[in-house]
């Protein structure tokens, strides 16, 4: 393959272009921010998941006291006829009396007892709205923080983006004074050794794979003609020729 000298310095100068495009493509996919957004956004996932058990736990509780409360109005209520039953002197059985007072004095125990219940639901049902104001608390903390790191990804991504179309368009510029033989060689080379087609010879060692050419690359290289396009030997990029080779 032919190709003029300076089609040649210009494949390094596309290289160089191709090779910053690369980095601002994988600085793009390894911000730091990235891996930063993800476990928040797993944080603020799993929150609003504990929010939701500790809502349902305090709506249970809710309904749990409800019931536990009717249960005291049942037996205080039960209690406050038997006592106007005892009040009013219509019983007049010894053995009625007996009963009536053993009746209020159970029921009173009784009302004693769940009013115990209905104080340790409301203990309950107060560390259950505790447990979701610290879980808000705790949500809205970590919603606040991913925001202000989605902010610096997306300042982030319009720096590099902003660059890149820089160096895009400087590349689009270089690649015209490539020849589309030499070009397609490039790219083609570019794809199979790693995003770099094309190397320096410099100090006689190719750039690419940074191995020294021995004496018989070497001296084939100075007999070429200058239009003509080396190709390492060890890596096969295309060697370009500079006039510190070593030749």
């Known amino acids: 393959m032919k190709a ?13 272009l191709d090779s910053s495009l690369d980095r601002l493509a994988h600085r793009r996919r390894t911000l730091p921010e990235l891996a930063e957004i993800e476990r928040l956004e797993a944080r603020v996932s799993e929150l609003r998941d504990a929010i939701v058990g500790a809502e349902t736990e305090v709506g249970d509780l809710d309904r749990e006291q409800k019931k536990a409360e009717q249960d005291v109005d049942q037996v205080r209520a039960r209690a406050e006829r038997d006592q106007k039953r005892l009040d009013s002197g219509q019983v007049t059985s010894a053995k009625d009396l007996s009963g009536l007072q053993a009746e209020i004095e159970s029921l009173s125990r009784r009302q004693s007892d769940l009013e115990e219940v209905v104080l340790e639901i409301m203990e309950r049902r107060e560390e259950a709205d505790g447990r979701v104001a610290s879980l808000r608390s705790e949500q809205a903390t970590a919603q606040e923080e991913l925001g202000a790191v989605v902010a610096r990804r997306d300042a982030a991504h319009r720096e590099i983006d902003e660059e890149s179309g820089t160096t895009s368009a400087a590349r689009t510029a270089v690649a015209k004074d490539v020849p589309d033989d030499l070009l397609a060689l490039y790219e083609k080379l570019r794809g199979q050794f790693g995003g770099v087609g094309a190397a320096k010879l410099y100090r006689g060692a190719c750039q690419g794979c940074h191995l ?8 084939r290289i100075r007999a070429a003609a200058e239009d003509e396009v080396i190709r390492c030997e060890e890596c096969r990029r295309v060697l370009v020729r500079t006039p510190e080779s070593g030749l």
Not at 4 to 16: G, K, M, N, V, Y
Not at 212 to 219: I, R, Y
């Open 4 to 16: 003029a000298p300076h089609a040649q310095q210009r494949l390094i100068d596309l290289q160089e």
């Open 212 to 219: 020294a050419l021995n004496t018989v690359d070497v001296n």
